[in-house]
């Protein structure tokens, strides 16, 4: 893919260097001299420009990106790149970094955008995902709140032990896409067993977790029997 991101700061460059390490091909773009930087990352195309003016993005070729990352720190400055790529650009896919959790809301497809991604919010699911056993938590968020990824670790008296994947009653709108077992990440089959201690992964919208809770014997924050 072409990626371009807007903000060559640590964020942004850290995105950048992931990317062209997988093959893609990455643009950069930075308004700020102090962080226009294109030793840190020399495989990346690097614009010194704002990303807020129209004329940048023309002269930088964002119309023929796949996706555009609005990684700045300041989220009014990542809204107005995003809602110029999508409605002056067409671009397909974009991403955008929110610094603030109260700005979330903001952060939807009115103002352009794809994939919101908060850090503090993710920073803490996964402090949730480490001291929570026994019901779902959620990682995080796609599609403007449409479906979640939500993971629950099943605790030693889980009543689903034992019990195939195809018998958990799963509400249509959600799906089982991976457990992970110890070392393992298992694309789970009609016939795998459950066993305690397993991690399971599912998407899902936001009103079919109560469902899952249930599917998996689960009660509020706690377990109920089958």
Known sequence: ????????????????????????????????????????????????????????????????????????????????????????FAVRRVVARVNNPANEWLFTESWGVDVAVSTPRMLAAMVEEAVNVGDLVRLMTFRQGQANLVEMTLPQDTPVAGKAVRELALPRDAALVAILRGERVIVPQPDDPLEPGDELLFVSSTDTEPDIRRALGVRGNGIEGI
Do not use: Y
């Not at 992931?18 to 495989?43: A, C, D, K, N, Y």
């Not at 704002?50 to 070729?61: F, H, K, P, Q, W």
């Not at 809204?79 to 790529?85: E, I």
């Open 1 to 88: 893919m072409r990626v371009a991101i807007a903000g060559a700061g640590a964020v942004g460059r850290s995105i950048a260097s992931e990317l062209v390490e997988s093959g893609h091909t990455v643009m950069l773009i930075e308004r700020q001299s102090q962080q226009f930087l294109p030793e840190t990352v020399e495989q990346a195309d690097w614009v010194l420009g704002d990303a807020c003016e129209v004329s940048t993005l023309e002269d930088s070729g964002l119309q023929l990106c796949d996706v555009v990352i609005a990684a700045t720190g300041d989220d009014k400055v990542n809204l107005v790149v995003a809602l110029l790529a999508k409605t002056e």
